[in-house]
């Protein structure tokens, strides 16, 4: 079955401890990005990799790192999580190149940091 | 750059009466166009999609909408709700010159009323 995973789901932490919430793809995509969803704020891309060894950010990089060592995998790292990364984040992926850029998303991951 | 606007973050209908969830963009360039529905707990599922041809999109349950360039619109509409369409709506955009990258509006949630 073609999807995107991610893990955990659900994380509970502390400021400070560093973490990492994994992302992986079984449809040889090109292209996945990281966003987090906030209330009445929408999804925010977070960073984004067009493939391997090329990552770039996007609209609210600051406290994440990102890296796409594999073209299946495109790990979140919280280096230093402050309470205000508590959120809710989406993995998603597509093909460049497709007319249409439909991503497909993973099924979140819910951060909470004390 | 690219901008979605939601009118309305709280929508409430009855079940069985018109469903109308307005979505305006700003794009410099021809526009491709996504509904999502989040269902609570779960992440991100798309319910149509426009990117050139027809300007009338269907999509899954019952759910459509129109691309009006000259009015900037995408609004989401469905002659009869139910109540199990309950849920939260993001409207969003990209374009060739994106990469990919998905701009989301900040949401509508949608209540049914038996």
């Known amino acids: 079955e073609a999807q995107v995973t991610q893990n955990p789901r659900y994380l509970i932490t502390v400021t400070g401890k560093k973490l990492t919430v994994t992302c992986s793809q079984n449809?040889?995509?090109?292209?996945m990005s990281w966003y987090r969803q906030d209330p009445g704020l929408g999804l925010r891309q977070i960073y984004y990799?067009?493939?391997?060894?090329?990552?770039d950010k996007g609209d609210v990089p600051e406290g994440y790192k990102v890296s796409r060592k594999e073209k299946r995998n495109f790990p979140l790292i919280l280096e230093s999580p402050s309470p205000n990364q508590t959120s809710l984040y989406f993995c998603a992926s597509s093909l460049v190149g497709d007319s249409s850029y439909e991503q497909y998303f993973g099924p979140g991951t819910r951060l909470t940091v004390t | 750059a690219q901008s979605v606007t939601q009118l309305g973050s709280h929508v409430s209908v009855s079940e069985g009466a018109l469903v109308l969830l307005r979505c305006n963009y700003s794009?410099?360039?021809?526009?491709?166009l996504f509904w999502y529905v989040q269902y609570p707990n779960q992440g991100l599922q798309l319910l149509l999609k426009y990117t050139t041809g027809a300007t009338l999109v269907k999509g899954i349950n019952g759910f459509e909408a129109e691309f009006k360039k000259s009015e900037t619109s995408f609004h989401l509409t469905k002659p009869s709700a139910h109540m199990s369409d309950a849920a939260e709506y993001f409207c969003a955009v990209s374009d060739k010159s994106s990469y990919g990258k998905l701009t989301f509006g900040q949401g509508t949630i949608l209540t049914v009323h038996p």
């Open positions: 990799s067009m493939n391997v060894e090329v990552t």
């Open positions: 449809m040889n995509h090109e292209y």
């Open positions: 794009s410099s360039v021809p526009p491709y």
